[in-house]
């Protein structure tokens, strides 16, 4: 049974750092890009970051660019994302995601085959 497994979220301060973790267990993810995704009550799930299989290309959404970093750990079967200068707007239910078929790395939610449950963020202003 593939799972992915988030850990690392909390409350923090605006101003403050977080880093959340993903463990990969049932299978190997390390021909697989991945991504996070954010949802905020009320809203749709969002795209936050994504890295493709080797590590070597990332790509960022344009309210998280230069203050998250996504990296991972392929001899691990993990991905982490670094959170500096968190924001009120970051607060969100973080989502760890994996390709199903080996590929690109993607911005949208629909080519991800493979869900974490989520880890809260919560940041206070």
């Known amino acids: 049974q593939v799972r992915l497994v988030e850990s690392g979220g909390g409350l923090v301060q605006a101003g403050g750092s977080l880093r959340l973790s993903c463990a990969a267990s049932g299978r190997t993810f390390s021909g697989h890009a991945m991504a996070w995704f954010r949802q905020a009550p009320g809203k749709e799930r969002e795209f936050v970051a994504t890295i493709n299989s080797s590590g070597g290309t990332t790509y960022y959404a344009d309210s998280v660019k230069g203050r998250f970093t996504i990296s991972r750990d392929n001899t691990k079967n993990t991905v982490s994302l670094q959170m500096n200068r968190l924001k009120f707007e970051d607060t969100a239910v973080y989502y760890c995601?994996?390709?199903?078929?080996?590929?690109?790395?993607?911005?949208?939610?629909?080519?991800?085959?493979?869900w974490g449950q989520g880890t809260q963020v919560t940041v206070s202003s």
């Open positions: 995601a994996a390709r199903a078929l080996v590929g690109r790395s993607s911005q949208s939610k629909y080519d991800y085959g493979y």
